[in-house]
């Protein structure tokens, strides 16, 4: 019966402590939305006492999360706290939480040193001696201890490895992995080490005689990439991300660090995007990953965007919509499928911009200038308005909108555009109708909306005895249009 009481009164406690912390979190979040960021980070500090007190690891690192977001905002004294403290619980806690916040202080030191790289690099060796104050460091120490800090978030490697993800979860709250429960720490650290080694990248080139011999192997399967021998790459930190990627798990079936991998070395080494498609083709057909899948898919839909040219792969944009609506098609609503539908409506966006000239006479043939993009065919309708009423008309859609309904056109005119359907601007030009002396609204509309959500465009004319006088020499009217199914999908919650 005291052991039932015990019990009891130690799950109470550990509710209460956790309901405790949630309510602290909302009030840091509070004070954020309110732009309060000392406010925010004071209450973050009480969390790290209490944290640091229990012995609340995933807490304590969590609070350096925030404090690494306040840190650009705070004054010196504020930072050094920051790091002072880090660096002392660096040395008190268990391995895996080690590993976070190694990474943490690296993030720390590195926007740090973005944000006063001109002061750093002033400063003299001399100013700077072993274990320093932060605030007296090189440029060459500042690059020498994050490269030491990354490379000590990877120590301990085996442990790290049985360590899942998902015991840091309330750390991660504000992230959306979507197969958060089957990564490791190790994963998601190895992962922080090579975007690290990817931002330090410049441009370089590889010989084609040397992209010939690893090719194969460097955009191959995981058993032939961890093979290779990367001596031929002279670039350190080209080097250093493809030997990161050689850390991966060893596995069989393809996974999201395999199509990372590719996509990095197809980008900064072999620089070929049909040997990039045939790859991605190859390792579509050996998942069964969905998610993945997707993902491939999203990949190839931008390869056949970004090559679509009219001299070109005319049509490569219409195979990208058609691998966009694969993507569209499927239940799973993943970072891939919303991704997918904007790009579909970037593609198909429906634009037209006309240009007519500045000075016509009456009943004279005037031309107007058309591009357009996804556009079918157009009217322009004219409606005459008295001189009286002219300028006011033009003053609010309103007004405009209600004397289009209450008013009859006097011309409308019908125009057939050739739409291809490769999601290409064209150019084109119209012959308007002989209009007689008068005042008029010129009202555009898209014949193909059919649901009306483009809406209808409008300028104004004046034509006068001799001459018709435009009150902007170039009108330009910009379509958007959304079909019901893009509509449908941009509004999906994620």
Same mark, same amino acid.
Not at 380 to 386: G, H, L
Not at 389 to 394: E, G, M, Q
Not at 445 to 451: A, I, P
């Given at each position: 019966m005291k052991k039932i009481i015990f019990l009891l009164i130690l799950l109470t406690f550990f509710i209460g402590n956790s309901q405790n912390y949630e309510n602290q979190w909302a009030k840091v979040i509070q004070y954020e939305n309110d732009l309060k960021v000392k406010s925010a980070n004071e209450e973050v500090e009480k969390i790290y006492k209490k944290a640091e007190s229990t012995h609340n690891e995933v807490q304590l690192i969590k609070t350096f999360f925030y404090k690494s977001k306040y840190s650009q905002t705070l004054e010196e004294d504020s930072k050094s706290k920051i790091i002072s403290n880090l660096q002392k619980q660096i040395q008190e806690v268990s391995t895996p939480s080690k590993a976070i916040l190694n990474l943490i202080y690296a993030k720390i030191l590195r926007d740090y040193k973005r944000n006063n790289y001109y002061n750093i690099e002033r400063r003299t060796q001399l100013d700077s001696t072993e274990n320093a104050d932060f605030l007296t460091w090189t440029l060459k120490d500042f690059e020498s201890i994050i490269n030491k800090t990354y490379s000590n978030s990877l120590e301990n490697e085996i442990i790290l490895r049985r360590t899942p993800l998902s015991n840091y979860e309330q750390i991660f709250d504000f992230f959306s992995l979507e197969n958060f429960n089957s990564t490791t720490l190790y994963d998601y650290v190895l992962k922080e080490n090579i975007d690290y080694y990817k931002y330090l990248i410049h441009d370089w080139e590889l010989s084609e005689d040397a992209k010939s011999k690893i090719t194969k192997p460097l955009l191959g399967l995981d058993t032939e990439f961890k093979t290779l021998n990367f001596d031929t790459i002279s670039n350190n930190s080209i080097q250093k991300v493809v030997q990161l990627y050689q850390k991966t798990d060893e596995h069989s079936k393809i996974n999201e660090m395999d199509l990372d991998r590719i996509l990095f070395c197809e980008r900064e080494i072999i620089k070929d995007k049909n040997i990039l498609l045939k790859v991605l083709d190859n390792f579509q057909k050996r998942t069964d990953d969905s998610l993945l899948i997707q993902k491939i898919q999203f990949e190839k839909a931008i390869i056949f965007e970004r090559?679509? $040219?009219k001299e070109k792969n005319k049509f490569h944009n219409a195979k990208a919509v058609a691998v966009l609506d694969s993507i569209l098609s499927s239940e799973k609503k $993943? %970072? /891939?499928f919303k991704k997918a539908a904007q790009k579909k409506y970037q593609i198909t966006l429906r634009e037209l911009d006309i240009e007519m000239q500045g000075y016509s006479y009456e009943k004279e043939n005037t031309r107007a200038f058309v591009s357009y993009k996804n556009i079918d065919s157009i009217k322009? $309708? &004219?409606? +005459? /308005?008295?001189? $009286? +009423? &002219? %300028? /006011?008309?033009?003053? +609010?859609d309103s007004i405009v909108n209600d004397f289009i309904l209450k008013n009859k056109a006097h011309l409308t005119k019908t125009y057939r555009l050739i739409n291809l359907k490769d999601y290409f601007e064209y150019t084109t030009e119209i012959v308007l109708p002989n209009l007689e002396i008068g005042n008029y609204i010129v009202v555009i509309? =898209?014949? %193909? =909306?059919?649901?009306k959500k483009s809406g209808i465009y409008y300028e104004k004319f004046q034509f006068l005895i001799l001459v018709c006088w435009l009150m902007k020499v170039i009108q330009k009217f910009f379509i958007k249009h959304l079909t019901e199914n893009q509509e449908n999908q941009l509004k999906i919650a994620f």
């Open positions: 090559q679509a $040219s $993943s %970072n /891939a322009i $309708s &004219f409606y +005459k /308005a008295p001189y $009286s +009423k &002219f %300028n /006011a008309l033009v003053e +609010k509309t =898209d014949l %193909n =909306d059919k649901e």
